[in-house]
């Protein structure tokens, strides 16, 4: 049999045309959820929405997950009713970002709406705009048909009230001050304690079957903060950043301290230089414990391969949820991680 020229260059053209193709169309991963701490019904919310559709986009993904955990009130560290400030109020911080081209899209300190990270997402998508804070966040919301809510809760009443009655102590001041009118007595924490049970954060990762990722963050902030303050989750390069082409971090913890470095953006960086998602995660948190050894925090990064790790100092535990797979909330996986 006869082969002619022009069919003997076919096989060199054709390896030709795949070695220019992008990455994520010669080598599809497996659409992958991740998020701080076992909230693993919002693993579940975001991941069904993933999977929904190849096309699905991973932005939409975690503002399902975090949505849920707003809607849920995880822990009271997530969504309205929890962390009341030194004023009894509770308000929102939220952000999401997307990792083709780092578009982001937080509000700051958002009051009487709940959907914070559905409003995060209309930031994004509606502005040319990455931040809205306070009380004209709270209009943009409005304007846009959102409903004006009470975000106090029982919970977060009582918490108040029992923070108040004790003179407002713990709080966030250098000398810790009392409410009382009386001075300190003895050697007072100035800061409310940073713990697996008072942890501000759900930090969320989503890749697409594609490659596309997203990440999204939801905080009510810290409990007893000084009216105003704002935390790391919608800060970008703080609570989450991520870039397609490298992969994803984000953080959980004492935002206060946290913030200061960066540790989301230092963890992509990291993996960018070739660094594990784990060996990230932990090379961003020891930045901060070099000069904060007491300060309570984790970050959990995965690569754009799906590969995924994480690190925390300062917790009692630290776990991360992860589905990759099924479709059931039973389907979830809990992931302890090694101190």
């Not at 030194?86 to 982001?104: F, I, P």
């Not at 509606?126 to 209009?139: I, R, V």
């Not at 992509?268 to 784990?278: A, K, N, Q, T």
Request: charged share 20%; aromatic share 6%.
């Amino acid at each position: 049999m006869k082969t002619s020229h022009n069919s003997v260059m076919v096989a060199p053209l054709l390896l030709l045309q795949l070695l220019s193709l992008p990455t994520a169309v010669l080598a599809k991963t497996k659409p992958l959820i991740v998020n701080t701490w076992p909230f693993t019904d919002a693993t579940y919310a975001a991941y069904k929405t993933l999977v929904s559709s190849p096309k699905s986009d991973p932005i939409d993904a975690v503002v399902a997950g975090c949505s849920k955990s707003e809607e849920l009130q995880n822990d009271f560290t997530v969504g309205w009713g929890g962390s009341p400030d030194a004023n009894g109020e509770t308000t929102l911080d939220a952000l999401v970002m997307q990792g083709s081209d780092q578009n982001t899209g937080a509000v700051l300190g958002l009051r009487g709406i709940k959907p914070a990270t559905q409003v995060a997402r209309d930031v994004l998508r509606l502005t040319k705009h990455s931040l809205l804070s306070g009380n004209l966040a709270t209009d943009f919301a409005v304007s846009l048909g959102y409903k004006m809510e009470d975000l106090t809760s029982e919970h977060s009443r009582n918490q108040h009230e029992e923070w108040v009655e004790a003179g407002c102590v713990p709080n966030f001041w250098v000398d810790g001050r009392t409410c009382n009118g009386s001075a300190p007595t003895g050697k007072l924490s100035s800061r409310s304690p940073f713990n697996e049970h008072n942890h501000d954060t759900i930090g969320q990762i989503a890749l697409q079957s594609d490659g596309k990722m997203a990440v999204g963050m939801s905080s009510n902030g810290a409990t007893h903060k000084i009216p105003g303050r704002v935390g790391d989750a919608p800060i970008p390069g703080a609570g989450g950043y991520v870039d397609d082409k490298v992969g994803a971090c984000v953080a959980t913890g004492d935002g206060d301290i946290m913030m200061r470095y960066l540790p989301s953006f230092q963890g992509v960086d990291l993996m960018r230089r070739g660094s594990s998602p784990r060996g990230a995660a932990q090379a961003a948190i020891k930045k901060i414990a070099k000069v904060y050894p007491n300060f309570a925090g984790a970050v959990v990064c995965v690569h754009k391969s799906g590969k995924h790790g994480a690190a925390y100092q300062g917790f009692g535990w630290f776990s991360y949820s992860l589905q990759d797979s099924g479709n059931s909330v039973e389907d979830v996986k809990v992931i302890s991680v090694e101190a």
